[in-house]
């Protein structure tokens, strides 16, 4: 009886092995079987436009050297305090904001040893008309300012076609991806992922020239700046299901 049962026992352990060895090869099977392409496509697309610009975002510079820290601070501190009093009072300046003081020591005369001082302070400010760009520098120049540290020109008009850059950058990437799907024949689906690229606008350089002179003038009855255009870009990356 014994060896009746002990023989049953070893005839189910055959059958339920042979029963799960089909399954284990699905398994296998379907684990080494490639894996289906995730059925999207990626595309950018973009949108530009000139503007013209209105406005000006300008930063001065008071830099003095001296063989004492105090003289050397004192000076640049003086003068910077009479270009913000000044500026403070037109009518067409804003945005006034210091954005650098610095004080430091360096070598004169390496055999000595002697030390002198340099004293810097930077100044940022907006003008809001352009006409009277040489009235306020040469102003400045006549109070002490001795440097010119960035000219950027900018439009008040960016904001306002940001959406319809957008849009149109929209527009473009859909049309790629639907030229790109057609010559596979597959059709565009909805999007998946879009990821908006952060563009600021592309100022072009203004070409300008300042002698720094109290003596200065602008000469030839006109501005001395050019502001030219700005060009503003915005892209986007946008990821269709394809149908």
């Not at 530009?48 to 008071?62: E, L, R, S, T």
């Not at 929209?170 to 597959?186: F, M």
């Amino acid at each position: 009886m014994k060896r009746n049962m002990l023989g049953r026992i070893v005839f189910q352990c055959i059958m339920g092995a042979a029963l799960l060895m089909p399954a284990a090869n699905l398994m296998a099977q379907d684990e080494s079987a490639p894996k289906k392409a995730s059925g999207t496509i990626a595309v950018s697309g973009s949108a530009d436009m000139n503007i013209v610009a209105d406005h000006v975002a300008i930063q001065i510079v008071a830099d003095h050297t001296d063989a004492s820290a105090r003289e050397a601070y004192k000076m640049t501190t003086e003068e910077m305090s009479k270009a913000i009093a000044y500026l403070k009072k037109r009518g067409d300046i804003e945005n006034i904001k210091t954005t650098q003081v610095m004080l430091y020591p360096r070598v004169r005369d390496y055999k000595s040893g002697a030390k002198e001082y340099n004293a810097r302070q930077t100044l940022n400010f907006e003008l809001k008309k352009l006409e009277n760009y040489d009235e306020v520098m040469l102003s400045l120049i006549d109070m002490g300012i001795n440097g010119v540290g960035n000219v950027q020109f900018k439009s008040t008009e960016e904001e306002n076609y940001e959406e319809v850059l957008m849009r149109k950058a929209v527009q473009d990437a859909r049309k790629k991806a639907v030229i790109l799907a057609s010559e596979l024949g597959q059709e565009v689906g909805a999007a998946k992922v879009i990821d908006e690229q952060g563009n600021a606008g592309s100022y072009s350089m203004a070409e300008y020239k300042m002698a720094f002179s109290s003596d200065s003038s602008a000469g030839g009855g006109g501005p001395s700046v050019s502001p030219g255009t700005l060009k503003i870009t915005k892209t986007v990356q946008i990821q269709f299901e394809l149908k």
